[in-house]
């Protein structure tokens, strides 16, 4: 059930997508070193650097009811590769720890949603330096475990209208039951057509709450009115979002509620 704090589509920058991701511990092999030596201006030897795996993303329905499909993750395991790590989607220099030096596509065999359910996997090095041995070590500990992913789409379907919300938002709330011919159908979102990938971020809490339910599909964030009622699921077609002026007020509201709220979640693997 979703929540009706539960952020959606909230940005570091227009149109940015946050999506979780999970890490952990990964041993280094020669072809992952060859791979990691592309990006570094020096060789680097295998006690140089600690490289661990990272789940970026995967094509099931997430907390936020929204998935990519198949083709955007195929797009983006293309445009991740080389992409920084950094810490809490704050885009500074100094908070770059690590980069994306490998990405592949691991199938399972069920399926979801009619496709393959496929991960994408982000291979990743640091090099050791006296300034992140704590960082990896608690990385290796499984203390700093999650993440989120930013990236950026052409496209994000409703499955109760078919509008395009990267184009213009319709009247619809992932998580929230509309009626339908043949019966009440809860509405989710495709995201497909991925434009660009930006980063992978280390965060300590993954899926922050916010003062509303969002969409930052366009560039511009639409927060849902605060009486939502407690269960989003009972809620019918009339619920729309709030004009310019009220999306103003509760978007204050969400900023002094949580600091840079996020959406995604992220584990290392």
Same mark, same amino acid.
């Given at each position: 059930?979703?929540?009706?704090?539960?952020?959606?589509?909230?940005?570091? @920058?227009?149109?940015?997508?946050?999506?979780? !991701?999970?890490?952990e511990?990964?041993?280094?092999?020669?072809?992952?070193?060859?791979?990691?030596n592309?990006?570094?201006?020096e060789?680097?030897?295998a006690?140089?650097?600690?490289?661990?795996? !990272?789940?970026?993303c995967?094509n099931?329905?997430?907390?936020?009811?929204e998935?990519?499909?198949l083709? !955007?993750?195929?797009?983006?395991?293309?445009?991740?590769?080389?992409?920084?790590?950094?810490?809490?989607?704050?885009?500074?220099?100094?908070?770059?720890?690590?980069?994306?030096?490998?990405?592949?596509?691991?199938?399972?065999?069920?399926?979801?949603? @009619?496709?393959?359910?496929?991960?994408?996997?982000?291979h990743?090095?640091?090099?050791?330096?006296?300034?992140?041995a704590?960082?990896?070590?608690?990385?290796?500990?499984g203390?700093?475990?999650?993440g989120?992913?930013?990236?950026?789409?052409?496209?994000?379907?409703?499955?109760?209208?078919?509008?395009?919300?990267?184009?213009?938002?319709?009247?619809?709330w992932?998580?929230?039951?509309y009626?339908?011919?043949?019966?009440?159908?809860v509405?989710?979102?495709?995201?497909?057509?991925?434009?660009?990938a930006y980063?992978?971020s280390?965060?300590a809490?993954?899926?922050?709450?916010a003062?509303?339910?969002?969409?930052?599909?366009?560039?511009?964030?639409v927060?849902?009115?605060?009486?939502?009622?407690?269960?989003p699921e009972?809620?019918?077609?009339d619920?729309?979002?709030?004009?310019?002026?009220?999306?103003?007020?509760? !978007?204050?509201?969400?900023?002094?509620?949580?600091?840079k709220?996020?959406?995604?979640?992220?584990k290392?693997?």
């Open positions: 059930m979703a929540n009706k704090n539960d952020n959606r589509g909230c940005a570091s @920058g227009p149109g940015v997508v946050h999506k979780a !991701a999970t890490l511990a990964h041993e280094i092999t020669e072809a992952e070193l060859r791979a990691i592309k990006y570094a201006l060789p680097l030897k006690e140089d650097v600690f490289t661990f795996k !990272a789940v970026l995967d099931e329905l997430d907390r936020q009811y998935r990519f499909n083709k !955007a993750l195929q797009e983006l395991q293309k445009l991740f590769l080389g992409k920084t790590v950094i810490k809490d989607h704050d885009w500074a220099a100094d908070n770059q720890v690590a980069r994306i030096y490998a990405t592949e596509l691991v199938p399972t065999t069920k399926t979801t949603h @009619g496709e393959v359910y496929t991960q994408l996997v982000a990743c090095y640091m090099v050791k330096t006296a300034s992140n704590d960082l990896i070590a608690e990385i290796k500990a203390i700093k475990k999650e989120s992913v930013g990236c950026g789409v052409s496209s994000c379907i409703c499955s109760i209208c078919g509008t395009d919300n990267a184009k213009t938002y319709c009247r619809h992932p998580g929230k039951s009626d339908k011919e043949g019966g009440p159908q509405c989710t979102f495709t995201l497909s057509g991925a434009k660009d980063e992978f280390l965060v809490v993954p899926a922050q709450r003062a509303g339910v969002s969409k930052s599909y366009t560039g511009e964030t927060y849902e009115a605060q009486e939502t009622p407690e269960n009972t809620s019918g077609e619920e729309t979002p709030p004009n310019t002026e009220k999306t103003a007020e509760l !978007a204050l509201r969400a900023r002094l509620a949580v600091s709220a996020k959406t995604n979640d992220t290392i693997n």
